[in-house]
T-cell receptor, first 107, second 119 residues
Framework: DIQMTQSPSSLSASVGDRVTITCQAS??????LNWYQQKPGKAPKLIIY???NLDVGVPSRFSGSGSGTDFTFTINSLQPEDVATYYC??????????FGQGTRLEI | EVQLVQSGGGLVQPGGSLRLSCAAS????????MDWVRQAPGKGLEWLGR????????????AASVKGRFIISRDESKTSVYLQMNSLQTEDTAIYYC???FGGGFDPWGQGTLVTVSS
């Protein structure tokens, strides 16, 4: 199985800060990497697909980059509504799909 | 509007069975993979399995942790996907989500349904 190592596991930042989360795959997954936002008590929501593409309706302060084994998720100018847990997910051709451990973001 | 509405879930004793349902609307159901993911209390996300689309003969794959105990099926006439869970154990306690697989990304997700395995 492809292991996804996400860091940090938790993060505290201030409104207006730039926040960065990293995700490392145990083998090359190309750009088959997605990012999700999960607010408390809610289902996850797709934010970034294929490593760097913003899903429809997602604010432009969110961005993603990387390929191969190393990926980065960034929130520019953190807003109060961004409080959530963020997960990376790989979907390489080989199953199973796997997720990172999650990053809990607080303000 | 693309929507997934889940039903089923609840309290079940160890060794028992339960079936979850996920009704889809707003998209061409047969043309999409449908996946199941769960989240144990306070934990991360775990992929359970998927039903592929019509062009891939609706074939099914499972995570090793549930293979042989869980069964995924789908009913095209009801645009629904199901998760039959057998031989449930306490470690299966979780919120279970269905999700449309959209090019590898899960979008959208159902609202989730809580399954509690306890005596």
């Amino acid at each position: 199985d492809i292991q996804m190592t996400q860091s940090p596991s938790s993060l505290s930042a201030s409104v207006g800060d730039r926040v960065t989360i990293t995700c490392q795959a145990s083998q090359d997954i190309g750009s088959y990497l997605n990012w999700y936002q999960q607010k408390p008590g809610k289902a996850p929501k797709l934010i970034i697909y294929d490593a760097s593409n913003l899903d429809v309706g997602v604010p432009s302060r969110f961005s993603g980059s990387g390929s191969g084994t190393d990926f980065t998720f960034t929130i520019n100018s953190l807003q109060p509504e961004d409080v959530a847990t963020y997960y990376c997910q790989q979907y390489d051709n080989l199953l199973p799909v796997t997720f990172g451990q999650g990053t809990r973001l607080e303000i | 509007e693309v929507q997934l509405v889940q039903s089923g879930g609840g309290l079940v004793q160890p060794g028992g069975s339960l079936r979850l349902s996920c009704a889809a609307s707003g998209f061409s159901f047969s043309d999409h993979y449908m996946d199941w993911v769960r989240q144990a209390p306070g934990k991360g996300l775990e992929w359970l399995g998927r039903s592929r689309d019509k062009s891939n003969s609706f074939t099914i794959d499972y995570a090793a942790s549930v293979k042989g105990r869980f069964i995924i099926s789908r009913d095209e006439s009801k645009t629904s996907v199901y998760l039959q869970m057998n031989s449930l154990q306490t470690e299966d306690t979780a919120i279970y989500y269905c999700a449309r697989n959209f090019g590898g990304g899960f979008d959208p997700w159902g609202q989730g349904t809580l399954v509690t395995v306890s005596s």
